[in-house]
């Protein structure tokens, strides 16, 4: 496993993330299951593991604090969100303010058993909301000493810019992965700018590899409705890179992985996961390099 800096925080993550939301994060999903993949991911040398309070209806935080725990936390980045949380019924309840800021941190640090969060993220803000008030709690959080950094997860690129212009923020994460090459020129921004950044859904949510097609089981049905649901356009582009499931030497999902650590921008790709050869498979896709001629053909066949 390779290692990146988390922009100028002084954090270092690996460049494979692991995602613990989704169906990794839901009672359906077995527990040992969940945690044995945590702690796979941990012997492969994955340092970044990113969740939320309001993941897996509320039990992601939750499962990564009971998979943690008696292991060393020492060289790991926990990373949560604040802003969101599971209203009940499956549905997302927000608040920026800024005591619900800090006693969403306070919540998190005790459902994950930690005394401390190498990173804490806004979890789609809106732009109006990264306001003097929010930025304060968040020092104030980092005064007491239970956050290393703070950044925002986006997936708008007009709050994605006001992310990297705000000097309160360290980090962004946002939508990257083949699919998505006009995020380009803003994790140029963010570099420019000494910011992390965590490419989330690297492998465009199993598109790519045509994981959606495969529906061997529950966990691929969940997967193909989300994809349908929230990304309908996209499981049609998506057959333009079905050259990549046909590569010497790298899966489709390597591939995917690979194009998105190109980017000097980018410190990691968070890939979520349900399956441990899944998992193997993305954490040696770290160092892997894009052939010039399949770089050059997914060139071709992304979206102008
Ligand atoms: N999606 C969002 O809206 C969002 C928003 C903010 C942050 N994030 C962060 O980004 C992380 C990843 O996002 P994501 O899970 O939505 O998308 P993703 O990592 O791009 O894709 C996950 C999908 O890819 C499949 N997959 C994983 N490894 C594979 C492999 N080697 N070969 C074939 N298929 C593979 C998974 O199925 P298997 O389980 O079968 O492996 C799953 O269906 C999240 O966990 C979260 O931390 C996501």
Known sequence: MRYRPLGRTGLTVSEIGFGCASYWGLPRFDEGEAARLVHRALDLGVTLFDTAPGYSRGEAEPRLGRALQGRDLDHLVI???????????????????????????E?????????????????G?????????????LERLRQRGL????????????VIAAVIAAPGLDVVMLDYNVLRPERGPLIDAALAQGKGVLAGMPL?????????????????????????????????????????????????????????????????????????????????????????????????????
């Not at 956050?147 to 007009?158: E, H, I, R």
């Open 79 to 105: 990373a949560t969100k604040v802003g969101t949380f599971h209203a009940g019924g499956g549905r997302t309840g927000r608040d920026f303010s800024a005591s619900a800021i800090t006693a969403s941190v």
């Open 107 to 123: 919540s998190s640090l005790r459902r994950l058993g930690l005394e401390h969060l190498g990173l804490v993220q806004l979890h």
């Open 125 to 137: 803000p809106a732009a109006a909301e990264l306001n003097d008030d929010l930025f304060a709690a």
């Open 147 to 158: 956050v290393t950094a703070f950044g925002a997860n986006s997936f708008d690129p007009a």
């Open 204 to 304: 465009a949510m199993g598109q790519v590899d045509g994981q959606i097609r495969k529906l061997r089981s529950l966990r691929d049905l969940w997967y193909a409705a989300r994809a349908l649901k929230n990304h309908r356009h996209e499981v049609a582009l998506a057959q333009r890179f079905a050259f990549l499931r046909d590569l010497e030497g790298m899966s489709a999902a390597q591939a995917s992985l690979a194009y998105v650590l190109e980017h000097p921008g980018v410190s990691a790709a968070v890939m979520g996961t349900t399956r441990r050869a899944h998992l193997e498979a993305n954490a040696a896709a770290s160092g892997l390099i894009l052939p010039p001629d399949v770089r050059a053909r997914i060139t071709a066949a992304q979206p102008r």
